[in-house]
Nanobody
Framework: QVQLVESGGGLVQPGGSLRLSCTAS????????MGWFRQAPGKEREFVAA???????????YYADSVKGRFTISRDVSKNSVYLQMMSLKPEETAVYYC???????????????????WGQGTQVTVSS
């Protein structure tokens, strides 16, 4: 059984930082995209960042414009894990953050949740003073 388990969420003050982790089990995701999405109450799930294989020789990262320069996605392929370092957090970024994995080619499709086949249960991030 494939599982993705997120951790690291919590309460943080505006301007603060958090590091989310996601570890997969049940299969290896090397060569797959692994990404992060978030969903705030009453809103649609939105893309945050992804880490993907270029199909040849390297991995690359891709970010939503709203988080560029503040969030960093990284990956440990040997541990089947992906991480999201979040800095300068804003109250409007309060949401449940989900880890996802899928076999996706190209940048454009990374932002669509329906391209990912595997999802974690999510971890709550609350940005509030």
């Amino acid at each position: 059984q494939v599982q993705l388990v997120e951790s690291g969420g919590g309460l943080v003050q505006p301007g603060g930082s958090l590091r989310l982790s996601c570890t997969a089990s049940g299969r290896t995701f090397s060569g797959y995209a692994m990404g992060w999405f978030r969903q705030a109450p009453g809103k649609e799930r939105e893309f945050v960042a992804a880490h993907n294989w270029d199909g040849r020789s390297a991995y690359y990262t891709y970010y939503a414009d709203s988080v560029k320069g503040r969030f960093t996605i990284s990956r440990d392929v040997s541990k089947n894990s992906v991480y999201l370092q979040m800095m300068s957090l804003k109250p409007e970024e309060t949401a449940v953050y989900y880890c996802a994995a899928g076999f996706i080619s190209g940048y454009g499709r990374l932002v669509f949740a329906n391209q990912y086949d595997y999802w974690g249960q999510g971890t709550q991030v609350t940005v509030s003073s």
